[in-house]
């Protein structure tokens, strides 16, 4: 399955995960794979720090998101992202489906630039703060796209 832009095609396929389902994401340049993301059906935890996980019946855990070092800023996390929730949110029921993640502080900006919530209720760990971002769809066009 391949969905790119600008000649940067983006590609999804099944991990070897225990959760059947999950999926990674990847974005290419010049052939060279530089932006992953993964994709696992699992239900936002309860934490005892009181974070409001969503209140949705489907849900899928966004996590090992990053870009290849001197390739940031090209819009290569934003595409990987972009073709795994559209495919998430294609499948889901509309308003019952959506993708969590826990943030660490540094990342806030770029899910809010995707259009992901924050649940405002950081904790600290030994790495800094995080804080749980959510999604939920269906999503409208203007919302993400693997374009800027
Ligand atoms: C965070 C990370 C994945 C972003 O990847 P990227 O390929 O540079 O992101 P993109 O180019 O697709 O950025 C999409 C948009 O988010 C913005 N953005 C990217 N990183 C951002 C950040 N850390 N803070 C605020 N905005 C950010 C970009 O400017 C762009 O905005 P635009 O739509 O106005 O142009 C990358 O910096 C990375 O791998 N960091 C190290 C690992 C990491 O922190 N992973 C996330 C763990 S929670």
Known sequence: MQDGASGQPAF???????????????????????????????TAPDHAEGLPAPVLA???????????PGHEGKGLARQAVAFGLKAIFAAGAPGSTGVWLYSKESAYGFYQRLGFSSAGA???TDSGPYDLFWISGPLESQDISATR
């Open 122 to 124: 950081p904790f600290l």
């Open 58 to 68: 489907s849900q899928w855990h966004l996590r090992a998101l990053a870009t290849a």
């Open 12 to 42: 999804a396929q099944p991990l070897q995960d225990a959760k059947p389902q999950a999926f990674q994401c990847g974005a290419f340049l010049d052939e060279e794979l530089v932006s992953v993301v993964t994709f696992t059906p699992e």
